[in-house]
């Protein structure tokens, strides 16, 4: 079957607006590891004569003087330059320089936050040998990319001597789920939503995790294949995604979102179940894990002042690093001894995992209740603390309008269809959140394998929606 290319079309037509430009381009591209940036690029620079450097990985001791020899000796193979002085990043940027004056070319800075971390001089080397070589070429487009979101927004987004270079400044989220559907391609019309789910709660919309679906396969026999077999992509992807990026702190990287796997955290909850000090740098790791794309910090509100408060509470985003800390790890010396996993609460862990999906594509269930945009005050889980005067309650999605409009959202994950039990559940968490009278409640169930007429002719909800017609409407196969 031939290599195909899903989604990233409003990307790539960003990318392709540079063409026109008269003047080099400068431009910046970043996201998680495994995200899809290379192959994005590689798409992108198909029809342009392309050189592509790639930062060696900060495995062992890797020195600045590494970094720089690895960047000649790709020079050397890719434009057969030869005998660079490599002391200095100047006279490696000059001798590239010279080779792209002239043409429509593609530059490449793949893992540039490896390239340029151990030598502090790099990047404003780099930034004099643009101002006054590389941009001389109006055809030239350059691309600085990397993982380390937060290395790159600190070193060259908000620094100094690049302000007014980037033209273009793009961070690639996960695939839309309709685009993950294509993944099934040809058998997409053939496999269940249900089925799909089960995958898509393990790896989320990352592509490079897709890629490995095998559509004849099912859904256990393709996470297993991934999670559960020593060889298998995702079995060690936690530590080569801790380790690369986080390098010397990947321990105290895990910690926390170790604590976040057990649940959505504030700063105070996670500062005590470290044993640390709630304070710069326990706020500065948490806010590296957002940036990265790992962790989401949703704001806490209260109902009758609808504004965001000053707390945040973190919540393990990614489904992939939720579902290795849950299910791959404790069963790690199993899947190395080959043997069978079979996870009691394994039922429990998928409607967790499902969940978290429902609320990273949440656009997706506010446009299909036909709530205006800008009617919403805040969206997020809501969690209320028990105290004298109310009970503890856990909403998984709640929508607030400015017009006093709670929309209470039920997201329920189960291989039969949902039944009358759930208007029970919901009563429950509607009379614990107790909003003030002059509100109006608005239930919403969010499902994936149908539900049964008595949820139907009950008239409960404002809306059931079917979270698996969201996987319609993909884009065309490029």
Not at 118 to 125: A, I, R
Not at 196 to 213: A, D, Q
Not at 383 to 412: P, W
Request: aromatic fraction near 10%; glycine fraction near 6%; hydrophobic fraction near 40%.
């Amino acid at each position: 079957m031939k290599d195909l290319f899903f989604g990233r079309r409003k990307e790539m037509k960003k990318l392709e607006t540079l063409l026109s430009k008269r003047t080099a381009s400068l431009v910046v591209i970043k996201g998680r590891r495994r995200i899809g940036k290379s192959r994005l690029i590689e798409e992108f620079g198909k029809k342009l004569k392309t050189w592509t450097f790639i930062g060696l990985p900060p495995e062992g001791r890797v020195s600045a003087q590494d970094q720089r020899d690895t960047f000649a000796s790709q020079m050397e193979t890719q434009l057969g330059i030869r005998g660079i002085d490599t002391r200095d990043w100047s006279f490696l940027f000059w001798h590239l320089s010279q080779a792209t004056q002239k043409g429509r070319l593609l530059l490449i800075l793949d893992e540039i936050n490896w390239m340029g971390d151990k030598d502090p001089t790099f990047l404003g080397k780099l930034k004099t040998a643009w101002d006054r070589d590389f941009k001389k070429n109006p055809n030239l487009i350059v691309i600085l990319c990397g993982s380390m979101s937060t290395w790159i927004e600190k070193n060259i987004l908000s620094r100094r001597g690049f302000l007014g270079r980037i033209s273009l400044d793009m961070t690639l989220e996960e695939l839309p789920l309709e685009v993950c559907n294509q993944f099934w391609h040809p058998k997409e019309k053939l496999i269940s939503s249900y089925e799909k789910f089960k995958v898509f709660s393990v790896t989320g919309g990352v592509p490079r995790y897709l890629e490995e679906i095998r559509p004849e396969w099912s859904a256990e026999q393709i996470i297993n294949s991934l999670c559960f077999e020593k060889e298998g992509l995702l079995f060690n992807e936690f530590d080569r995604i801790f380790t690369d990026l986080f390098s010397r702190r990947s321990a105290s990287f895990r910690k926390i979102v170790q604590r976040l796997s057990e649940g959505a955290s504030s700063l105070e909850e996670v500062s005590d179940a470290l044993g640390m000090k709630k304070g710069g740098t326990i706020s500065k790791y948490l806010a590296e894990l957002v940036m990265s794309g790992f962790v989401s910090a949703d704001f806490t509100w209260n109902l009758k002042t609808p504004k965001p408060s000053n707390t945040h509470l973190y919540r393990l985003k990614d489904n992939y690093i939720r579902f290795f800390l849950k299910v791959i790890e404790p069963n790690k010396h199993k899947i190395l001894q080959e043997e069978h996993i079979l996870s009691s609460g394994w039922d429990s862990v998928m409607g967790l995992q499902f969940e978290n999906l429902v609320i990273n594509n949440r656009k997706k269930v506010k446009r299909s209740l036909n709530i205006n945009p800008d009617h919403i005050v805040i969206d997020n889980p809501y969690f209320q603390k028990s105290g004298v005067s109310k009970k503890g309650c856990q909403i998984d999605y709640l929508i607030q309008t400015k017009y006093n409009c709670l929309y209470i959202c039920e997201i329920k994950f189960s291989r039969r269809k949902v039944g009358l039990g759930i208007i029970r559940e919901m009563r429950k968490k509607i009379d614990a959140l107790d909003p003030p009278t002059k509100f109006s409640i608005f239930p919403v169930l969010i499902h994936v394998n149908g539900v049964t007429d008595g949820v139907l002719e009950s008239g409960f909800f404002s809306a059931i929606l079917d979270f698996g017609e969201f996987l319609q409407d993909g884009e065309e196969i490029v």
